[in-house]
Every structure is written in structure tokens, then in C-alpha cells.
């Protein structure tokens, strides 16, 4: 079946520091899906990268979607405080409905 | 505007007890998924949903039951707990679409239930 690899699993910096997170599919993929969970909270919804090659941005945070489909990134400007927790890639085949296979997950820790 | 709404927030179970999660959504969403969370495990599907009356099987989906008789509700039941099912459960909705259209398939997720087994 699908796999979504992400690495790193956790990720300490200095606030202020730069962080990356990365994102691999085994097969294609139809969209890709970043979500964002604080500790103790729930998965919340980033951004939805569909085309090849596409890059958004929000604020200080930068999503890639690879030529082929079959990577991302999530890259974080200066980090602050308020950007600690879990990152979460989630890759969609197929064509509709939201069965989303996750990364494990990158937990970002930010020292002030 | 509820959105997802799971219960109990948190439940501790002996071993081979059943019980059932609830999940409501209030957002005529068409697909509702369980997921359960685990350290260094990411977010694994349990079951989903595509509509009423239509249930799948995700990568996880031993030793849990659902059915869905509603759109709103998608019920996630444990018949004979152990402790490899201790972790914390999410359920998640979505409208349905075209993966290629911007804002179809996105999650939104309940606040989560913590199940502990003894």
C-alpha cells in the first residue's frame, strides 16, 4: 500500500533558527496536505499543494510540491514560540475522498 | 458551528470491556475516517466512511467496528479491549471532490479521545 515517509522525526531549534520538514511518497500522488498539531491538541489543516512543481506560501512558512508528485517540504522562517508542535505531511491518491495516508510526523521544538 | 464533536474526551477500560466512541459532524461532510495516534506512528487510518451506509476498512482496522447509519454520526466501537489499543483517537471529516480541485478532502479533525487499557 501507500507509504508517506517524513523526516525528521523531531527537530529542536533556537527560536529565530530555520526549520525544514520533508515529505516522500512511495507512489504518485493526486495532493498533498500539511497539517499542524500542538501538543495536547488536534491535526490542524495547513495548505493543499496539487500541482507539480507548486510552492505556497503563508507567512513565514513555505510548502513545496515536487515535479513528480511524490515530495514536499515544509519549510519555517525563523522560528518563534508559537511554532512548536508536530508537523504532518498527508499524501491523497486516487481521485476523490479524503483517505489521507500521514507521515509520522515531525515535532518541532523551539527554545527561546 | 460544532464541527467535529468526539466523546468521551477520555476513558479508561479494562481489558476485554467494549465501549464506543461517538463522532458528530454538523458540516453534511460525506467522508468521516477514525485514525489513532501513536508515538513515532504518525496518524494511522482505522476505518472511513464515504457516505451512509458505507464503511471500509483503512490500515489499522483489527479488533474495531464501525457503522455509519447517518451522515453525522460515525461511531467507532471496541468489543474486546486490550492494551495495544491504548492511544488516542481521532475522527476526521471531509467534503468529497476531485483531488485536483484546492479545499476538497481536507480534514477536519474532532478534539481526540484518550483510551487507556488496563
Known amino acids: 500500500g501507500q507509504q508517506v515517509m517524513q523526516i525528521p522525526q523531531y527537530q529542536h531549534v533556537q527560536e529565530g533558527e530555520d526549520f525544514t520538514t520533508y515529505c516522500n511518497s512511495s507512489?504518485?500522488?493526486?495532493?498533498i496536505q500539511w497539517y499542524k498539531q500542538r501538543p495536547g491538541g488536534h491535526p490542524v489543516f495547513l495548505i493543499q499543494?496539487?500541482?507539480?512543481?507548486e510552492v505556497k506560501k503563508q507567512k513565514r512558512l513555505t510548502f513545496q510540491f515536487g515535479e513528480a508528485k511524490k515530495n514536499s517540504s515544509l519549510h519555517i522562517t525563523a522560528t518563534q514560540t508559537t511554532d512548536v508542535g508536530t508537523y504532518f505531511c498527508?499524501?491523497?491518491?486516487?481521485?476523490?475522498?479524503?483517505?489521507?495516508?500521514f507521515g509520522q510526523g515531525t515535532i518541532l521544538t523551539v527554545h527561546p | 458551528n460544532a464541527g467535529v464533536t468526539q466523546t468521551p474526551k477520555f476513558q479508561v477500560l479494562k481489558t476485554g470491556q467494549s465501549m464506543t466512541l461517538q463522532c458528530a459532524q454538523d458540516?453534511?461532510?460525506?467522508?468521516m475516517s477514525w485514525y489513532r495516534q501513536d508515538p513515532g506512528m504518525g496518524l494511522r487510518l482505522i476505518h472511513y466512511?464515504?457516505?451512509?451506509?458505507?464503511?471500509d476498512q483503512g490500515e489499522v482496522p483489527n479488533g474495531y467496528n464501525v457503522s455509519r447509519s447517518t451522515t453525522e454520526d460515525f461511531p467507532l466501537r471496541l468489543l474486546s479491549a486490550a492494551p495495544s489499543q491504548t492511544s488516542v483517537y481521532f475522527c476526521?471529516?471531509?467534503?468529497?471532490?476531485?483531488?485536483?480541485?484546492?479545499?476538497?478532502?481536507?480534514?477536519?479533525f474532532g478534539a481526540g479521545s484518550r483510551l487507556t487499557v488496563l
Open positions: 466512511s464515504v457516505g451512509a451506509g458505507i464503511t
Open positions: 458540516m453534511n461532510h460525506e467522508y
Open positions: 499543494l496539487v500541482k507539480s512543481g
Open positions: 476526521a471529516s471531509s467534503s468529497s471532490g476531485l483531488a485536483e480541485v484546492s479545499g476538497a478532502n481536507v480534514l477536519t
Open positions: 498527508a499524501g491523497l491518491s486516487g481521485t476523490s475522498y479524503g483517505k489521507l495516508t
Open positions: 507512489t504518485t500522488l493526486s495532493n
